[in-house]
């Protein structure tokens, strides 16, 4: 634990002017990012008397080693600069906002020559129209099959269309009418764009026009007698109000607004959003943080609208944003949103009607949500700490082991031997450590040598990473380069090590830190017969009760290791299965195969062309060619494919993949 006396600055040192700071801890991670109006007195303000300091901030303080700061010219800045870096240090002592699983959006590509849409997932693409996010992906599919109807969009994979577009015939939605065939060329790119653009000011609220648009022609074809074409044009209007039927009018037309609340108590917040476009809930969604640093529901809401906006613009920043608390910083942060959406953006309290009384319930979702969430976890918080506390006294660590990775090995009887790292912190997965090893120093299936050369190699990386520090010096000279505190790979120590395995294991990666200085590091194995740990030198494992959690967050953690090993060598062995002949030619890069394969039509045609026929290629050059038909007459052909039904031989004519493998229907 650090004195804050130790690094504090000098007062005449820190401006008083804006800027953004840094908090470093001994390793030079960057463990805290913070902006004030004034540098000087929110810095003076944590180093007062610990007593004085909220209990988290007193662990940050106490935690650093070292402050620092950058000056900037606006307010606006120094939230831009903040923001910046909370996502790119990813601080420990900063509240960050996490959502329990990736909402689906609604999502038209309008950027490709036949838009199509579809539910889509993760960071948004340029060219791409979104709506919701949705809770629920069934959701938007029910919504997007009431609307085909009216808008037959295209929303087959490339795939599927390039594969209907050779054969001449649609998908069966286009025979059932809720896909206009683009793909055959029953309408123009033309006409099709204009339809996703229709479906698009659809969803975007804009319904009044259509719909009476609609109803008009249904009254035309009605008095011309013209039934089949009204009758139609009714059941259009209906599907398209049940769609918006789907998504209730809480507010007036043409609002466009996202609602933030806040449900806290003093160890977690919750937030949640409601999405309103044109009057309607066109989406929402939520998050749970611990409150890891000292924060109010304005500081709560500041950093909602942070993650909320911060990689939005246009149009998917809305003209109002309404809050149950104000910011500290409104003034910076309405002319941020409004530099983000491109227009003035109103960021206030609604203080009376509809809109006060939507807000009343998103904050009663954002308490439900905070109260399920303490269901699920309520337990958690308290067994992650018996179980690390179990563990530290079944191994008799000296105190709890906050970070533990766990090792495996994974391989299909000796081939594509590979490993797996996991690592856990404060008991939960950490999955943007994880890592993966290719097993380089041998060939064949052996467990206990894999094991010590993946131990090795990590904590080799371990030292280098502190040798460019200076926190180790080998040979009394090394030198300390400044680090920038960004997350480094294997740069921080666990303070256990699992391995999958028994007492061969657990010595072999003994013995490999040994070899390597590390003796501040404890080892053990966790058997799967017995579910037994091991411990290096004993002779007997330690057996912990079938109901300890201890034993629970070791399991998870194995399995976890061996989950991901298991992945990672399905994926080589899947590779190494697909390569083709082509695969073997030396300096034949993916960009050569695919002109060669596209040249012939498949692999079998190229097989029997001679060098001549190959060098018309364009970049490959006789020696190449010559390469590559050496290559194809040392390949075994497969055997040709048989129609069991008739006893018929199949020719392959269908273009193999660039590699060589075996074409997929």
Same mark, same amino acid.
């Given at each position: ?405 766990? %090792?495996? #090995?994974?391989?299909?009887? @000796?081939? &594509?031997? =590979?490993? !797996? /790292? ?7 997965? *950490? ?5 993966? %090893?290719? #097993?380089?120093?041998?060939? @064949?299936? &052996?467990? =206990?040598? !894999? /094991? ?7 904590? *080799? ?18 030198? !300390? ?185």
């Amino acid at each position: 634990m650090a004195d804050p006396s130790s690094y504090r600055p000098q007062p005449g040192q820190i401006p008083d002017s804006p800027g953004v700071y840094r908090f470093r801890d001994e390793h030079r991670r960057v463990i805290y990012v913070g902006k004030a109006k004034s540098l000087r007195q929110r810095l003076a303000s944590y180093f007062q008397d610990l007593a004085g300091l909220h209990p988290r901030t007193a662990t940050m303080v106490t935690t650093a080693a070292s402050v620092e700061w950058t000056v900037v010219s606006t307010e606006v800045e120094a939230l831009q600069l903040e923001y910046s870096w909370i996502k790119e240090y990813d601080p420990r002592f900063n509240v960050k906002y996490r959502d329990d699983k990736s909402y689906p959006s609604l999502a038209v590509t309008l950027n490709e020559e036949y838009p199509r849409v579809q539910v889509m997932r993760g960071p948004k693409k340029k060219g791409v129209r979104y709506f919701g996010p949705y809770g629920h992906a069934w959701a938007i599919r029910e919504t997007v099959d009431l609307m085909l109807r009216v808008f037959p969009v295209r929303t087959c994979s490339a795939g599927v269309f390039k594969r209907s577009a050779q054969i001449g015939r649609p998908c069966l939605l286009g025979y059932i009418g809720k896909c206009s065939a683009p793909c055959v060329g029953r309408v123009t790119p033309e006409e099709h764009r204009e339809l996703a653009e229709d479906f698009c000011d659809f969803m975007a609220g804009r319904t009044g026009t259509y719909l009476s648009r609609l109803e008009k022609e249904m009254h035309e074809a009605a008095e011309e007698m013209e039934y089949e074409k009204a009758a139609r044009l009714r059941d259009d209007i209906g599907a398209l109000r049940r769609a918006m039927e789907k998504n209730a009018v809480v507010l007036a037309d043409a609002t466009d607004a996202d609602l933030i609340a806040v449900a806290e108590d003093e160890l977690e917040a919750a937030v949640q959003i409601f999405h309103v476009r044109g009057g309607r809930v066109r989406g929402q969604r939520g998050w749970v943080t611990d409150k890891v640093e000292a924060v109010d529901t304005a500081g709560l809401v500041e950093h909602a609208l942070q993650q909320l906006y911060g990689e939005e613009k246009g149009e998917a920043v809305p003209k109002e944003v309404l809050v149950p608390a104000l910011p500290e910083d409104t003034p910076a942060l309405s002319q941020w949103l409004a530099e983000r959406r491109g227009s003035q953006v109103s960021l206030r309290i609604p203080q009376r009607g509809d809109k006060k009384a939507l807000m009343e319930t998103v904050h009663r979702n954002a308490q439900q949500s905070l109260a399920l969430h303490k269901t699920k976890r309520a337990s958690d918080l308290t067994t992650r700490s018996r179980a690390l506390e179990e563990i530290a006294e079944a191994l008799e660590l000296d105190s709890a082991p906050l970070r533990i990775e766990c %090792f495996d #090995i994974s391989h299909l009887q @000796g081939d &594509d031997v =590979v490993a !797996s /790292m996991v690592v856990f912190e404060d008991g939960l997965a *950490r999955k943007g450590e994880y890592r993966r %090893f290719q #097993i380089k120093s041998f060939e @064949g299936q &052996d467990d =206990v040598r !894999s /094991m010590h050369e993946v131990v090795s190699r990590r904590f *080799r990386r371990y030292l280098q990473e502190k040798l460019k520090t200076g926190e180790w010096e080998p040979d009394g000279d090394g030198e !300390s380069p400044e680090d920038d505190g960004r997350p480094r790979r294997f740069a921080y120590p666990p303070q256990l090590v699992v391995v999958d395995g028994g007492q061969p294991q657990v010595a072999a990666a003994k013995r490999a830190l040994e070899e390597l200085g590390v003796d501040d590091v404890a080892v053990c194995g966790l058997a799967k017969r017995l579910e037994e740990v091991w411990l290096p030198g004993e002779d007997d494992p330690v057996v912990l009760p079938r109901t300890s959690e201890g034993l629970y967050l070791l399991q998870r953690v194995r399995d976890e290791a061996h989950r991901f090993a298991i992945q990672y060598q399905r994926n080589k062995r899947g590779k190494r299965l697909k390569a083709g002949p082509l695969d073997e030619v030396p300096g034949l890069g993916e960009t050569r195969k695919q002109a060669l394969v596209k040249h012939f039509g498949s692999v079998k045609k190229l097989r029997q062309a001679t060098i001549d026929q190959i060098c018309e290629v364009p970049g490959i050059g006789r020696k190449t060619a010559e390469t590559v038909a050496a290559a194809l007459v040392r390949a075994v052909p497969a055997g040709p494919a048989v129609n069991m039904a008739t006893g018929e031989i199949i020719e392959d004519e269908n273009p193999a993949p660039a590699g060589g493998g075996t074409p997929q229907p």
